[in-house]
């Protein structure tokens, strides 16, 4: 059988070409990263095209490296090589095994037609460099999840979830999508998940209000609506909200606060300098928006704010932004930033 010899560095897209082919693949694969969704949709690729469904119970093995040790791990997958026939071996959690690095000695002896598949949960180029090194000396095929830094990361896992789920999602919805969520890969793809079960009977398209009525992540503490609330100058909506995603920074990064203000009020000022009378449609055509519902926060902003404010908020997101990033010294924290940045832009 033809085998699969990709570069030690794999790309997704590259690594979702090989599992498809359902071709002979290398003994040994890593999958490593923080960004869980692309590993589990190569592990589930895997399994469905290297190995027949009907084989799954015989051939295809799932272990946790919690609850193994090496040698228990080499064992394992050397003496029951012997049966024969492709077997596919899925180990997760392997971080959590000690001396790991020795499972590339075993490599010469993994038979033929099997495949094992380390799967990493975390960063391996920050902890366990070794244990990369002992690979790419070794020729192991490697794959290192993509970081999730911004709506840009975000709106390429969503149409690469969208395409396995056979579903269209507007990019109105991906924008909404990254409010509410944010670069949580694993959360995105369970959502969308739900709505192509709801989409199915409406064409397959996810809409924006689709996400509103529908994602899981309370639609109340979201980036978005906070700056709803700051441009309807509700002080107490917009102080509750700033605190409580302060006080869960994990699920509400700043940066991407910062983001969804800053890309607002950078589009505000574009519109201050517009007619006064500016009708809705226009706004949208000004900002490249795909309707004048798009556009309404941005009627309601250019009557809360004057230019030289808007301005001035501009600065102070992106003084906000410097800080967080360490500039100016200070012991700043997330909590203090953002209700600081709160009290500015509501004066």
């Keep these: 059988m033809a085998t699969s010899t990709p570069s030690l560095s794999q790309s997704y897209h590259q690594l979702v070409k090989s599992f498809s082919s359902g071709k002979e693949l290398p003994p040994l694969l890593f999958l490593g990263g923080e960004e869980s969704y692309y590993i589990d949709r190569l ?188 441009v309807a100058k509700q002080r107490a909506k917009a102080y509750k909200l700033a605190r409580y995603m302060a006080l869960n920074e994990k699920r509400y990064p700043l940066p991407i606060i910062l983001s969804t203000l800053y890309t607002y009020f950078a589009n505000l000022m574009i519109v201050m300098y517009q007619p006064r009378n500016i009708s809705a449609d226009d706004v949208a055509k000004v900002l490249g928006l795909r309707n004048s519902y798009a556009a309404e926060s941005y009627m309601t902003g250019k009557w809360a704010f004057t230019p030289m404010q808007v301005f001035n908020i501009v600065h102070e997101i992106r003084m906000t932004d410097a800080r967080f990033k360490g500039a100016e010294g200070g012991a700043y924290t997330n909590d203090g930033l953002l209700i600081d940045l709160v009290t500015f832009i509501l004066g």
């Excluded at 469904?53 to 003496?79: C, H, N, V």
């Excluded at 391996?124 to 000396?137: D, G, Q, Y």
């Design 43 to 230: 592990v589930e690729l895997l399994a469905e095209h290297y190995l027949p469904r009907e084989e799954w119970a015989l051939s295809r093995t799932i272990l946790y490296g919690s609850e193994l040790s090496l040698p228990e791990l080499r064992d394992t997958i050397l003496s029951s090589s012997l049966l024969g026939g492709r077997r596919l071996y899925i180990i997760r959690e392997v971080n959590a095994i000690k001396g790991l690095d020795e499972i590339v000695e075993a490599i010469p002896s993994i038979q033929p037609e099997t495949t094992v598949v380390l799967c990493y949960n975390g960063d391996p180029e920050r902890a366990a460099r070794s244990l990369l090194k002992r690979l790419t000396e070794a020729q192991v095929p490697l794959f290192l999840s993509p970081k999730m830094r911004n709506s840009r990361d975000t709106a390429s896992l969503i149409r690469d979830a969208a395409d396995l789920l056979h579903i269209t999602v507007e990019p109105d919805a991906m924008g909404a999508l990254y409010d509410f969520i944010g670069t949580n890969g694993a959360t995105l793809y369970s959502e969308l998940r739900k709505l192509a079960v709801l989409a199915s009977g409406r064409g397959g398209m996810v809409t924006r209000a689709m996400v509103e009525q529908n994602v899981g992540i309370s639609r109340e503490y979201s980036p978005y609506e906070l700056l709803n609330a700051l």
